[in-house]
């Protein structure tokens, strides 16, 4: 079985320095591992994805990610926080082997980026 | 990326009545999916939607409660039926889109339900 953790509720950090954004999984085969965001009254909307290939993927926004096998983790990572970022985060797993298998959300994240 | 559209945005129905939630897609998806959410946590999967077959429904729902059509592969609908205030959530439309692989979801930008 397949599951993805998100062990903070919310993250709180001043414009200008860097954050992360933690999510760890489990999968029985590779991962592919996904970021979400949702702002206020919207849908969620893709950030990027880890699906094979170079550790440390990069996506909309400003925004990263580094894949670690080893620790199983998937961290969100932004260098210079703005406070637009405040929203919040999802993170998400599917099993690569598995053409059946779903994708698997995190409890989400609340960053609040203060200026 | 797939562009997502979902009609109503938000609506406030009477206990006992129903909802239907359209979600409109601008290229032709093969499987679309419909999510809950409660506001400010995590989504739950309701059920897939592939064109030409039954719905797939998750633990916990049922056809009566949310039937769902699927006519083509560019729309659908969900419907929330005999609404309690229990049902009050956001309903998300999602698709998977092919282009690129069989691996990232899109999503429309929610149905905020409210049931009185």
């Known amino acids: 079985a397949q599951s993805v953790a998100q062990p903070e509720d919310q993250v709180n950090v001043a414009e200008g320095n860097p954050l992360t954004v933690k999510c760890t999984y489990s999968v029985s085969g590779n991962p592919y591992l996904f970021w979400y965001v949702q702002y206020p009254n919207r849908g969620l909307q893709f950030l990027l994805k880890y699906i094979t290939g170079d550790n440390l993927v990069k996506g909309s926004y400003g925004f990263e990610a580094e894949f670690n096998k080893s620790q199983t983790s998937f961290h969100l990572k932004k260098p210079s926080a703005l406070v637009s970022d405040s929203a919040l985060y999802f993170c998400?797993?599917?099993?690569?082997?598995?053409?059946?298998?779903?994708?698997?959300f995190g409890s989400g994240t609340r960053l609040s980026i203060r200026p | 990326s797939a562009v997502i559209s979902q009609k109503p945005s938000r609506d406030i129905c009477q206990r006992g009545t129903s909802l239907t939630i359209q979600c409109q897609v601008d290229?032709?998806?093969?499987?679309m999916f419909w999510y809950r959410q409660q506001p400010g946590q995590s989504l739950t999967l309701i059920a897939t939607a592939n064109q030409g077959s039954e719905a797939t429904y998750e633990s916990g729902f049922v056809i009566d409660k949310f039937p769902i059509s699927r006519p083509n592969l560019t729309f659908s609908t969900l419907t929330v039926s005999n609404m309690s205030p229990e049902d009050s959530s956001i309903y998300l439309c999602s698709v998977e889109d092919q282009r690129g692989g069989l691996d990232t979801q899109y999503f429309g930008p929610g149905t905020r339900l409210t049931v009185l």
């Open positions: 998400a797993v599917r099993d690569a082997y598995s053409s059946a298998s779903k994708i698997i």
């Open positions: 290229s032709q998806v093969t499987m």
